[in-house]
Nanobody, 128 residues
Framework: EVQLVESGGGLVQAGGSLRLSCVAS????????VGWFRQAPGKEREEIST????????FYSDSMKGRFTMSSDNARSTVYLQMNSLKPDDTAIYHC?????????????????????WGQGTQVTVSS
């Protein structure tokens, strides 16, 4: 059974940093893409990054490049999202998600509809 649990959110001052964690279970990183997403109230979910251990690639949406970095600890089945230089506009619920790779090649950060399995999310609030 695929399960994803996020943690690490909280309140941070603008310009600060947070590192989010997503602990995965029920699947292997060799077979799934794992991504980070965020959703602010009244807005659609937007992709942040997509990681494929199989392909050895990590892709970021254009708006997230530079400030956000995704990494993984494969032995602990955990992915991270390091967020630096946070802005109030980064305030959102942050989710991790997983999708079976099957035969497809990951060529960019996948949109939310590209994922089947989702964590519950962790709230990030950035104050002015």
């Amino acid at each position: 059974e695929v399960q994803l649990v996020e943690s690490g959110g909280g309140l941070v001052q603008a310009g600060g940093s947070l590192r989010l964690s997503c602990v995965a279970s029920g699947f292997s990183f060799d077979d799934y893409a794992v991504g980070w997403f965020r959703q602010a109230p009244g807005k659609e979910r937007e992709e942040i990054s997509t990681f494929s251990k199989r392909d050895g690639t990590t892709f970021y949406s254009d708006s997230m490049k530079g400030r956000f970095t995704m990494s993984s600890d494969n032995a602990r089945s955990t992915v991270y999202l390091q967020m630096n230089s946070l802005k109030p506009d980064d305030t959102a619920i942050y989710h991790c998600a997983a999708e079976p790779l099957m035969g497809r090649k990951i060529t960019g950060a996948l949109a939310p509809w590209g994922y089947d399995y989702w964590g519950q999310g962790t709230q990030v609030t950035v104050s002015s």
